[in-house]
T-cell receptor, first 113, second 112 residues
Framework: NAGVMQNPRHLVRRRGQEARLRCSPM?????VYWYRQLPEEGLKFMVY????????ESGMPKERFSAEFPKEGPSILRIQQVVRGDSAAYFC???????????FGPGTRLTVT | KQEVTQIPAALSVPEGENLVLNCSFT??????LQWFRQDPGKGLTSLLL?????REQTSGRLNASLDKSSGRSTLYIAASQPGDSATYLC???????????FGKGTRLHILP
């Protein structure tokens, strides 16, 4: 059973471009969580999704950020018109049900130039 | 609002010593407490998970304890080795909303 997969592992974008980060949960997991780790900061919760539903997006910046977890395919975290402050490591985690252990992917490191 | 604090922020100890990393949390409504290891520029490696009904977990040279009443968890590392050098993160899974709240970590350096 493969672990949580994230791609790309490294992503470089110029200011103003769009960044798309993908997360494939572990097989059988229908709950996906995204976290962001800014330089010299701890990991912060961004959004919690189940298949086709956003359950909690209280950690998402109000503008430019969106997330989805379609019925088929990976979860996508989309950042529009990236700025330098978006440079961070973005981690995805999945779990088989609520209030259970979350399994983390290797992260995507986004660099905005 | 849950806050997770890790003390110290950084720690250097000679190889072979036993050491304790501390974690405190303000809201006892957690369903689990997890310790992770993170190497520079890398992802998270889960070390130990303690369910809210448990008091401790052990894996090899690692032992983690949980005291919900006092809002504390400790990670004990026995006979430290240079390969243990990394940042150790404590994280609490919250009952009410399934978020994991992370501490900022303790950067551990084991001196050869």
């Amino acid at each position: 059973n493969a672990g949580v997969m994230q791609n790309p592992r490294h992503l470089v974008r110029r200011r103003g471009q769009e960044a798309r980060l993908r997360c494939s949960p572990m097989k059988g997991h229908s709950h996906v969580y995204w976290y962001r780790q800014l330089p010299e900061e701890g990991l912060k919760f961004m959004v919690y999704l189940q298949k086709e539903n956003i359950i909690d997006e209280s950690g998402m910046p109000k503008e430019r950020f969106s997330a989805e977890f379609p019925k088929e395919g990976p979860s996508i975290l989309r950042i529009q018109q990236v700025v330098r402050g978006d440079s961070a490591a973005y981690f995805c985690a999945s779990s088989p049900w609520r209030a259970y252990e979350q399994y983390f992917g290797p992260g995507t490191r986004l660099t905005v130039t | 609002k849950q806050e997770v604090t890790q003390i110290p922020a950084a720690l250097s100890v000679p190889e072979g010593e036993n050491l304790v990393l501390n974690c405190s949390f303000t809201d006892s409504a957690i369903y689990n407490l997890q310790w992770f290891r993170q190497d520079p520029g890398k992802g998270l490696t889960s070390l130990l998970l303690i369910q809210s009904s448990q008091r401790e977990q052990t894996s090899g040279r690692l032992n983690a304890s949980l005291d919900k009443s006092s809002g504390r968890s400790t990670l004990y590392i026995a006979a430290s080795q240079p390969g243990d050098s990394a940042t150790y993160l404590c994280a609490g899974g919250m009952n009410r909303d399934d978020k994991i709240i992370f501490g900022k970590g303790t950067r551990l350096h084991i001196l050869p």
